[in-house]
């Protein structure tokens, strides 16, 4: 087997964290659906149709904890459907993001982070050397 580029390395890591960290925030979301415990305000659910951080909390585990986490197992092990994995989860990174930004407007730095981190990762899918290793 080829090494992995080193920047098929960078968006496995990427995928790890982004997955770790999903998991981590929506697991938080269950214990304490009033979101408090992470700083997060009921006011921020206003005018949408849920009172609590459950179905966030169940977004933020399915989509952003365990897909990414299974994304970057793809990636590892050179499975052939792991770099149209990678796009589509880029993709639903900017997008939640965004719908943030359009949802409360005036956004924080932690959400700067993420839809930089979602444009990383799907320019990173464009790199030669990481289409190349995963389309082949």
């Given at each position: 087997m080829n090494a992995r580029p080193i920047f098929l390395l960078v968006l496995i890591v990427l995928l790890?964290?982004?997955g770790s960290g999903g998991f981590g925030g929506g697991i938080a979301?269950?214990?304490d659906p009033s979101g408090a415990a992470m700083g997060l305000p009921l006011d921020l659910l206003e005018g949408l149709p849920?009172?609590?951080?459950?179905?966030?909390g169940i977004f933020l585990v399915v989509v952003m904890g365990i897909f990414p986490?299974?994304?970057a197992w793809s990636l590892w092990n050179h499975r052939s459907w792991g770099w149209l994995a990678t796009i589509g989860q880029s993709i639903i990174l900017i997008l939640w993001i965004s719908f943030q930004f359009l949802l409360w407007g005036d956004p924080i730095?932690?959400?700067w982070v993420y839809l930089i981190w979602g444009l990383v990762m799907l320019g990173l899918c464009f790199v030669p050397s990481v289409?190349?290793?995963?389309?082949?």
């Open positions: 790890a964290l982004l979301m269950f214990m849920i009172s609590n951080f459950i179905l966030p986490l299974v994304i730095a932690l959400q289409k190349n290793s995963l389309t082949e």
